[in-house]
């Protein structure tokens, strides 16, 4: 259910009506509950006690905040990893670029679906980048905040598809950190998470 409302397939704003989810998941209804509560707990669901469940909406307003915070923690991990720059790290920076350059984005040729593997690859991608930080504490923080993220993208995949090329952005940022180049490397990764943030605009307008 988390993996569904992520990937948009519970908009945002929908009342999740219990038999719907007990003919999607093929489950009772107190492990529904149970996995409601936790989703709840985490931010991803609304419980209201008169109108039960509903997916979080995804604002605008969220989303940037969300950007100016990932830009700014993950400037911190990338400084941090240019200061204790080891071989070790470039060489998983550089395999995970490889492998997420020689997956498909999308599993349809001319429209987008999520292709599974691209996500991974492109997870593998960010988390090698941040992880010559060396801070499992800064590390952890990335992550929640990459799965956030996630959300929006989803939401905005279709209309961004085929309107940016999201291999060219990444293997810019890419080449910046093996050329030693902290800022440009700071900069170009804020601008690519604010292009995302831009076709969401576009998309919910």
């Known amino acids: 259910m988390r993996t569904d409302v992520l990937a948009g397939h519970w908009k ?57 915070t990932r830009v700014e923690l993950e400037s911190l991990a990338i400084t941090q990893a240019f200061a ?39 997870r593998e991608f960010h988390r090698a980048m941040l992880s010559g930080c060396q801070s499992e504490l800064l590390m952890n923080f990335c992550d929640q905040l990459y799965d956030r993220a996630y959300r929006f993208r989803q939401l905005a995949a279709k209309k961004a598809y085929k309107q940016r090329n999201e291999l060219d952005e990444h293997r810019a940022i890419y080449e910046a950190i093996l050329a030693g180049r902290l800022q440009d490397a700071k900069e170009l990764l ?16």
């Open 12 to 68: 945002p704003g929908r009342k999740l009506l219990m038999h719907e989810l007990r003919d999607r998941y093929q489950v009772g209804a107190s492990p529904l509950r149970e996995a409601l509560n936790r989703l709840a707990s985490e931010e991803w669901v609304v419980h209201n006690d008169q109108r039960g469940f509903m997916v979080a909406q995804a604002t605008q307003a969220e989303l940037d905040d969300l950007v100016n």
């Open 84 to 122: 204790r720059r080891t071989p070790e790290w470039e060489e998983q920076l550089v395999l995970a670029f490889h492998r997420l350059s020689r997956t498909l984005r999308s599993v349809e040729p001319d429209s987008y679906e999520e292709n599974p593997e691209w996500e991974r690859q492109h």
């Open 190 to 205: 804020a601008g690519h998470y604010r292009k995302t943030a831009s076709i969401f605009e576009q998309a919910v307008s």
